[in-house]
């Protein structure tokens, strides 16, 4: 029987085996069955010689007898897993030695066969230790791209503001600190966490997100802490929460200020000892995680407020950073805009070459409450509407299309008064802004839903809009 490696056919190098026992007949047999496969093999007659061999040429996989003069398998074994412990360690043994095989295993062989053995079943073992080398390789590779991905470099913006907030980012990233990231809606708050967890030394491990707004309360604990059998209706098996799935990596908890008060006392418990219960489980389970928490809440005032948990906000506090709005960074509208319409349009298939003028302009004047993700949304569909080779104002959004050059809705035919108060630009932005909503709810009778369709944000973004500026 032939088994056929296809995909190491294609390969330049074939993957190396290494077959190693003290019978040379069963090496010579094992050698040119390995090879007549694809693959490239090196042979050694006991464990030394094995190990000076692999240490040379690191092997994807080793075909290794147990009992041998000089050094046993299990002890080469032991010595290869300390030169390289991605390396695939079959053991070949007797019968009568199979209980020592299965110990060996749990100490990191692959596997192992019994002698005597079927050539089939090698050529099955072999296959399977490098389809899993393979797997791994592809996870590999996938972790570097989307470090890669994520690396501060290629966050678009030209913005000195933002460009400070990824200097931030970077030194950040280094430590193990648990990082706090407000801002509005819209802004990027995950991608910040993101960035952060894969240029930490934690970027190997999984990058876990969890929207706490959209959890159902009752559901919320077993979400982070995972549940036993049995522990309430519905719960048929053990399920391992979100702080052991984000072992020895990131969890990311956003919308943080939407738990109630009874999980944020165990969320801080979790935070000092780093172990915590199953729901109801009586075993304590260690975490290793890093935890990045966001909102777009203010904590300091819901914790005036007791909302909030005073102590739970200090150890959350460790690092703050707040990611920019849209409407602070206009530098960052024309590149944005400009990268969302190649993106829509190669998926689309729609062939625009650019935004014309007026329509820049009407982009440039907009407020974005809906901040980056608003625009992305207005680009999509300026794409899917246009009917030419450039985007015009039309067909942008109507809230969108109605600015002016002065930001005044309707195209500036009305004169808006100056915003009162004077003060810096952001304390005169959030008084219009605070203008905008006020109108905009008296001009839809109080009505909530309609209002943050026709601000162009979520019911959730309204009311936090409603609550951040005494709105009733």
Known sequence: MTTQFPAMQQTISAPAVLVVDDDEAIREMLAAVL?????????????????????????AVVLMDVRMPRMTGLQALAEIRKLDRSTAVILMTAFAEVGSAVQAIKDGAFDYVIKPFDIAEILLQVGR????????????????????????????TASPRMGELLQTIAKVAKSNATVLVTGESGTGKELVAAAIHYNSPRNAGPFVKVNCAAVPEGLLESEFFGHEKGAFTGAQARRRGRFEQAGHGTLFLDEIGDISPGLQVKLL??????????????????????????????????????????????????????????????????LLASHFLQRFAAENRIEVSGIDEQAMERLLAYHWPGNIRELSNAMERAVVMSTGAMIVAEDLPEQIAGFAEDGVPGGGSDIVPPVAGGGGLREQVSRFEARVVAEALARNDGNRMRTARELGISRRSLLYKLQEYGIS
């Open 129 to 156: 230790a490098l389809q899993m080398r393979r797997m791994r390789d592809d996870i590999a590779t996938l972790h570097r791209e989307l470090s890669s991905s994520y690396h501060t470099g290629r966050i678009l």
């Open 35 to 59: 090879t007549r496969d694809g693959l490239s093999v090196t042979t050694a007659a006991d464990g030394v010689e094995a190990v000076a061999v692999f240490a040379a040429q690191r092997h």
């Open 269 to 334: 418990r979790v935070l000092q000892e780093r172990e915590f219960e199953r729901v109801g489980g009586t075993e304590l389970v260690r975490t290793d995680v890093r935890v990045i928490v966001a909102t777009n809440r203010n904590l300091e005032e819901m914790v005036r407020q007791g909302l909030f948990r005073q102590d739970l906000y200090f150890r959350l506090n460790v690092v703050t950073l707040r990611t920019v709005p849209l409407r602070e960074r206009p530098e960052d509208v024309r």
